[in-house]
């Protein structure tokens, strides 16, 4: 019997909680064995099926712990000999293509973001230098180069990239509304709950979010994922216009993300405009709230503006006019007809904005990869 090829991934994070790599592990564990060495404190119970190798960091710093991180990720990639190396984000790409330089196999390399320009980078010239010349210097080495949506794809192509589009489509859509976060979080069954879920992070909307909530009454604000700006939260929950109507809540596993998603009323996608990497990005938590029949609110910006524009499943609004966030969350929240409508586009966009649609290009990709190695 034939012996099947490997595919390893490289990765920066839980590879439990993240939905992008686990779909990519799903499609091609039909056809490859999957490996995967991550940096990070443990891998959540529910893990991708594949061999999995967890590295904790050596340090709170991200900097101090990447080089012993690639060092050792280096040595567990040798040990496989795959077929096929997935860097799946920037931060672990360095060790990826070294060790398909020494295997002398294709490289691949999952370009979430325009990385050289995100916005934790942003107004810090010299450590965003070092991220453009790292990238530049190791992406030039992959034969494959994946993202997630036709303009950041144009910046790539424009550098001399091979580039496929893979949108951060769900594998997965709800029907029926769920309690879970009001049973959590004792939220009283007439107050709507505003959702806004991801990594709590700079240019993500937390500010904007927060002050739209001590502007509207008779509504809870839920975050929903972790990040550096967890704190914040918690200190800003406690302002008296909006306290006891602020919630966090830990990150859960990516399978079990939509049911959590779905007891909510309406998302939020107020992605920032801190550079180029924000104002092109499709998040998964657009397709997601669609998947679970939540209306958004949304960034007018080019991807995020196309997508609800296209599919009717909420409004798009610019970030930066605080009052507009506000008077658009104001009239869906209170107008119970329009929240409907744009709840049964999002039910009838769902089945369209799926993985399924992106997973059969994903595995020829690979599959052209190993043929032609």
Same mark, same amino acid.
């Given at each position: 019997?034939?012996?099947?090829?490997?595919?390893? @991934?490289?990765?920066?994070?839980?590879?439990?909680? +993240?939905?992008?790599?686990?779909?990519?592990?799903?499609?091609?564990?039909?056809?490859?064995?999957?490996?995967?060495?991550?940096? =990070?404190?443990?891998?959540?119970?529910?893990?991708?099926?594949?061999?999995?190798?967890?590295?904790?960091?050596?340090?709170?710093?991200?900097?101090?712990?990447?080089?012993?991180?690639?060092?050792?990720?280096?040595?567990?990639?040798?040990?496989?000999?795959?077929?096929?190396?997935?860097?799946?984000?920037?931060?672990?790409?360095?060790?990826?293509?070294?060790?398909?330089?020494?295997?002398?196999?294709?490289?691949?390399?999952?370009?979430?973001?325009?990385?050289?320009?995100?916005?934790?980078? &942003?107004?810090?010239?010299?450590?965003?230098?070092?991220?453009?010349?790292?990238?530049?210097?190791?992406?030039?080495?992959?034969?494959?180069?994946?993202?997630?949506?036709?303009?950041?794809?144009?910046?790539?192509?424009?550098?001399?990239?091979?580039?496929?589009?893979?949108?951060?489509?769900?594998?997965?859509?709800?029907?029926?509304?769920?309690?879970?976060?009001?049973?959590?979080?004792?939220? &009283?069954?007439?107050?709507?709950?505003?959702?806004?879920?991801?990594?709590?992070?700079?240019?993500?909307?937390?500010?904007?979010?927060?002050?739209?909530?001590?502007?509207?009454?008779?509504?809870?604000?839920?975050?929903?994922?972790?990040?550096?700006?967890?704190?914040?939260?918690?200190?800003?929950?406690? &302002?008296? +216009?909006?306290?006891?109507?602020?919630?966090?809540?830990?990150?859960?596993? =990516?399978?079990?993300?939509?049911?959590?998603?779905?007891?909510?009323?309406?998302?939020?996608?107020?992605?920032?405009?801190?550079?180029?990497?924000?104002?092109?990005?499709?998040?998964?938590?657009? @397709?997601?709230?669609?998947? =679970?029949?939540?209306?958004?609110?949304?960034? +007018?910006?080019?991807?995020?503006?196309?997508?609800? &524009?296209?599919?009717?499943?909420?409004?798009?609004?610019?970030?930066?006019?605080?009052?507009?966030?506000?008077?658009?969350?104001?009239?869906?929240?209170?107008?119970?007809?329009?929240?409907?409508?744009?709840?049964?586009?999002?039910?009838?966009?769902?089945?369209?904005?799926?993985?399924?649609?992106?997973?059969?290009?994903?595995?020829?990709?690979?599959?052209?990869?190993?043929?032609?190695?």
């Amino acid at each position: 019997m034939e012996l099947r090829k490997r595919v390893c @991934f490289t990765f920066v994070g839980d590879p439990g909680r +993240d939905s992008r790599l686990r779909r990519f592990v799903s499609t091609l564990s039909t056809s490859f064995d999957i490996s995967i060495v991550a940096l =990070a404190e443990q891998a959540c119970d529910d893990t991708p099926a594949a061999e999995i190798v967890v590295l904790p960091p050596g340090s709170r710093s991200l900097r101090s712990s990447l080089p012993t991180f690639w060092r050792k990720a280096s040595k567990h990639i040798l040990r496989w000999k795959p077929d096929v190396i997935i860097a799946a984000d920037l931060y672990s790409l360095s060790c990826a293509a070294r060790a398909a330089e020494n295997l002398a196999v294709p490289l691949c390399y999952d370009s979430r973001e325009l990385y050289s320009d995100v916005a934790a980078l &942003h107004n810090r010239p010299l450590t965003q230098r070092f991220w453009t010349l790292y990238e530049r210097r190791y992406a030039r080495r992959a034969r494959k180069i994946f993202t997630v949506n036709e303009s950041i794809a144009k910046e790539l192509r424009a550098r001399g990239y091979d580039v496929v589009v893979l949108r951060n489509l769900p594998d997965g859509f709800v029907h029926e509304r769920r309690t879970l976060l009001r049973e959590t979080l004792g939220i &009283h069954p007439d107050m709507p709950i505003i959702l806004s879920q991801g990594g709590v992070q700079r240019g993500r909307g937390v500010d904007i979010a927060l002050r739209a909530i001590r502007e509207i009454e008779h509504a809870a604000l839920v975050f929903l994922g972790d990040g550096p700006l967890r704190e914040h939260i918690l200190r800003s929950a406690e &302002h008296p +216009d909006c306290r006891g109507r602020v919630h966090v809540v830990r990150a859960v596993p =990516a399978k079990q993300l939509l049911a959590w998603t779905c007891s909510a009323d309406i998302g939020l996608c107020l992605v920032e405009n801190l550079g180029r990497s924000y104002y092109l990005s499709l998040p998964n938590k657009l @397709f997601e709230y669609i998947a =679970a029949g939540i209306p958004v609110v949304g960034s +007018d910006f080019p991807e995020i503006g196309r997508v609800l &524009h296209d599919t009717e499943a909420g409004i798009a609004v610019s970030p930066d006019d605080f009052e507009a966030v506000v008077r658009t969350l104001r009239m869906m929240l209170y107008d119970r007809e329009l929240r409907e409508k744009f709840r049964k586009n999002c039910l009838m966009a769902a089945p369209k904005l799926q993985w399924s649609t992106e997973e059969n290009l994903l595995l020829s990709s690979v599959k052209e990869l190993t043929l032609s190695a």
